[in-house]
């Protein structure tokens, strides 16, 4: 399955893709994801993306076209991918469709996955991560067993830098005007699905995999 995975943020992209990964095995390429890592590292690369991801803006194009190119190169992704946060912008998904026909594993699918507006701020502010491992909590919705504590490894929880009220409203303004026209774009090519976001996690999985003819 070679798959792009649109959606606000907030809609549960990432929450999605790590089901998918559990299940099938495919890769998870979430720019955000590497962008945080290179924040986290201190790269030259990682020092100006956060500058951006700070004011809730996007990282220019050219640092995340490279960091996606490279990604789509390694062995794991020959038998499929799952694009998280990738495309964000038509330039990105005009230079995605050149690279993928160059490494001759094009897309099987955009899949929009879609939430109310007024249901995104309380999960973005109530969003915590495990350190360790990655498992995502809702502070509202999926609570861990004991605060501050991975419920899988013991692992410290925190909270993203740009899930900040102010941020968040910035990020969801960007998406409106940049990402959302993506729908429009994968729609003229005949590739697009979707999904609704909303309601139980695992419902919503059950109608991500019905939606893509995995199950
Ligand atoms: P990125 O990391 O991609 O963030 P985003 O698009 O804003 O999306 P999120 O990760 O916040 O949301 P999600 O859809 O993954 O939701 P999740 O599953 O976590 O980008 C961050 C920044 O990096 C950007 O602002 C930009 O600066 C930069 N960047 C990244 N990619 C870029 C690119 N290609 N070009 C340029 N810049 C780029 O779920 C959210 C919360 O809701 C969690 O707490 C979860 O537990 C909860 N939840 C999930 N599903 C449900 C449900 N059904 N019911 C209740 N709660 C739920
Ligand atoms: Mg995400
Ligand atoms: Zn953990």
Do not use: W
């Amino acid at each position: 399955m070679r798959l792009v995975l649109l959606g606000a943020p907030g809609a549960g992209k990432g929450t999605q893709a790590k089901k998918l990964i559990e299940k099938y095995g495919i890769p998870q390429i979430s720019t955000g994801d590497l962008l945080r890592a290179a924040v986290g590292e201190g790269t030259p690369l990682g020092v100006e993306a956060k500058s951006y991801m700070d004011k809730g803006e996007l990282v220019p194009d050219s640092v995340v076209l490279g960091m996606v190119e490279e990604r789509l190169r390694q062995d794991d992704c020959k038998d499929g991918y799952i694009l998280d946060g990738f495309p964000r912008n038509t330039a990105q998904a005009e230079a995605l469709d050149g690279m993928l026909e160059n490494l001759g594993m094009p897309l099987d699918a955009a899949l929009s996955v879609d939430v109310p507006t007024e249901d995104l701020m309380k999960r973005l502010t109530g969003r915590r991560t495990c350190k360790d491992c990655g498992q995502m909590y809702n502070i509202h919705f999926s609570a861990p067993a004991s605060e501050g504590a991975c419920d899988k490894c013991g692992g410290e929880l925190y909270q993203r830098d740009d899930d900040r009220e102010e941020t968040i409203s910035k990020r969801l303004e960007v998406y409106e005007e940049q990402t959302a026209p993506l729908i429009d774009y994968y729609s003229g090519k005949g590739i697009l699905k979707s999904v609704s976001g909303a309601g139980d996690i695992e419902e919503i999985f059950a109608n991500v995999q019905e939606t893509l003819g995995l199950s």
